[in-house]
């Protein structure tokens, strides 16, 4: 189990042999109602973040979601 104050970004990994059917169900307990207007996407790979992301010998399979999230730079900040 992973706890993830608020707000803040969270990430999931998962590694495609960890599960035989390359699927995994992931819960959210949060303190208010979901706001899509509220909601925003940075992007995975994004320069500035620099994430060391694990090595795989897989692609990345990525959302339509993450795949059109936005640099971290343009991204708005919480205040």
Partial sequence: ????PSPIS???IIEP???SDE?????YKTID???PKSEYC???DDPTLAIDWPKSNFP????????LGV?????PKIS
């Fill in 1 to 4: 189990m992973k706890i993830t």
């Fill in 10 to 12: 969270d990430i999931l």
């Fill in 17 to 19: 042999d960890t599960y």
């Fill in 23 to 27: 699927r995994a169900s992931v819960l």
């Fill in 33 to 35: 109602y979901w706001n």
């Fill in 42 to 44: 940075i992007r995975w």
């Fill in 60 to 67: 990345p399979i990525l959302s339509t979601k993450d795949f």
């Fill in 71 to 75: 640099a971290w730079l343009d991204s």
